[in-house]
């Protein structure tokens, strides 16, 4: 029976709460299904603190096997570098989780925070993902970590990290199913493809039909700050809750998949140049770009043009 143990680091639990509304199978079901035994969850385990400290240290001489460790949360280094704004058992947090993870057949980071950093990187949490920094390859365990089953973390990024990622990732390690990874060791599965796709404001974006004013049809992406078409994710694909996602509910896509999340400058609106973004969808050319934009939106139909109607 494959064993987990989920630690949460410094982080709001938005990745606990997204997954514990996983459906399709739902959550019992799903770990009844993987024949999965949760040796500790924060929400899913009642397990005294004595008995859990009891677990941990079986765990760590290697008398309890560990098949999966979930990690959720950025690993918090500050003060100076001692961790101690994180601690477990009178030590840093950070200790604890390069521990297990050293015994883990598989890590798992559940979230953007987990697997980049997050919230915290540049502020005085001086936090990191565990095997990246933002883009840096390295985190709390170095580039060349490997579980003990080969594998380095799979970074299941997101803000929160959608659950049917988490449910399929768990599925294909349990059932031995091979996942292919990104440069950010994001299975492609779901994150090889752009938040853009699926988005029902496609045909808006197409002819450049603009969002000029929120709760209106139109593509949010050249003035609203909608990065549909700059991070890849599941999120107009799976869709949220099964019907909706934040593009479909007239909200931008504020790139949360990306190891660079959260940016810097303001998420409701589109950095320009002399009205053409700054930041173009993945692999374009600039030239290209805009020649092929004015002719578009110059093409763009009435029934588009003319689109006043609410969402
Ligand atoms: S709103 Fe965003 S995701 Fe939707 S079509 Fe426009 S750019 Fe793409
Ligand atoms: S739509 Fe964008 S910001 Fe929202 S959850 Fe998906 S990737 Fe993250």
Redesign the pocket.
């Known amino acids: 029976m494959p064993t987990l143990y989920w630690l949460q680091h410094g982080g709001c639990g938005g990745d606990t709460m997204s997954f514990l509304n996983v459906e399709s199978p739902d959550l019992p079901d799903l770990l009844d299904d993987l024949g999965i035994r949760v040796l500790w969850h924060p929400s899913l385990t009642d397990t005294a603190p004595g008995e859990r400290q009891a677990l941990e240290d079986r765990i760590l001489a290697d008398e309890t096997p560990l098949d999966i460790l979930v990690v959720e949360g950025s690993v918090v280094q500050g003060p100076d570098g001692t961790g101690l704004f994180d601690t477990h058992r009178g030590r840093p947090k950070r200790d604890f989780a390069a521990a297990l993870a050293r015994r883990a057949r598989y890590v798992v980071a559940a979230g953007t925070c987990a697997a980049f950093g997050g919230f915290g990187v540049d502020d005085v949490m001086d936090a990191t993902g565990l095997q990246f920094r933002r883009e840096a390859p390295g985190g709390l365990l170095g580039e060349g970590f490997r579980s003990r089953a080969g594998w380095p973390v799979v970074n299941l990024a997101g803000c929160p990290c959608h659950p049917e990622v988490v449910s399929g990732t768990l599925t294909a390690l349990v059932n031995g199913t091979p996942l292919e990874l990104d440069s950010y060791q994001r299975p492609r599965e779901w994150y090889g493809m752009m938040?853009?796709q699926g988005?029902s404001?496609?045909e808006?974006?197409e002819y450049r039909v603009e969002e000029e004013e929120f709760g209106h049809k139109g593509?949010?992406?050249f003035h609203k700050g909608?990065h549909?078409?700059l991070v890849g994710g599941p999120c107009?694909v799976l869709l949220w809750n099964r019907r909706s996602s934040k593009?479909r509910a007239g909200v931008?896509?504020f790139g949360c998949t990306s190891p660079a999340f959260p940016q810097p400058f303001p998420f409701f609106q589109t950095r320009n140049i002399e009205g053409v973004p700054v930041d173009l969808p993945m692999g374009i050319d600039r030239a290209h770009y805009m020649a092929y934009k004015t002719m578009a939106a110059a093409a763009a139909p009435a029934r588009l043009t003319h689109r006043r109607t609410k969402v």
């Open positions: 938040v853009h988005c404001r496609n808006y974006h593509c949010l992406f909608c549909g078409p107009n593009t931008p896509c």
